[in-house]
């Protein structure tokens, strides 16, 4: 077998670094998923204010059935698009965890801005409540996946 010569040793190792780059570059959520879920709890917020607690229940738990259909295939990282599906060891454990316990806070963050602003004599406060919740989706739920692609590339996976 012929020996590589250090030029390129390091050649191939620059190309593989590369490849690595470009599979981490895949770790995320689909954009439409926080999209979707912002649209969808400004939806149960204005629900809620029409206040017709049946209908809120059976919405809620509908939401909630749809999401836990897809959450668990988009929310771990590794299907940001169709292309490619990011090996589990490389998108690493976390993210879905990071992702499910955020959404957990941000329902006690709108529970709360909802009783504060009906405290304060809003006039649909579960919608104001819910707006507040869904811009913190749309801008800060893709910092998450960002979180576990700059710990890929510093630790070799995103763990």
Do not use: C
Request: aromatic share 4%; no cysteine.
């Amino acid at each position: 077998m012929d020996e590589l010569t250090p030029e390129q040793a390091r050649a191939a190792l620059d190309t593989v670094e590369r490849s690595r780059r470009k599979v981490i570059d895949e770790i995320d959520a689909p954009r439409w998923y926080w999209t979707g879920l912002a649209t969808g709890w400004i939806m149960l917020g204005v629900i809620a204010d029409l206040r017709h607690p049946l209908v809120t229940t059976v919405v809620t738990l509908a939401f909630g059935a749809a999401h836990s259909s897809i959450a668990p295939r988009v929310v771990n990282g590794r299907h940001r698009t169709g292309r490619m599906s990011v090996r589990a060891d490389i998108a690493g454990p976390r993210l879905a965890a990071w992702v499910l316990g955020s959404l957990v806070a941000l329902v006690a963050v709108t529970i709360a801005a909802a009783l504060i602003l009906n405290a304060d004599g809003a006039r649909h406060p579960v919608t104001g409540a819910a707006v507040l919740a869904a811009v913190v989706l749309v801008l800060g739920g893709p910092l998450l996946p960002a979180a576990a692609r700059r710990r890929a590339v510093r630790t070799g996976a995103a763990s």
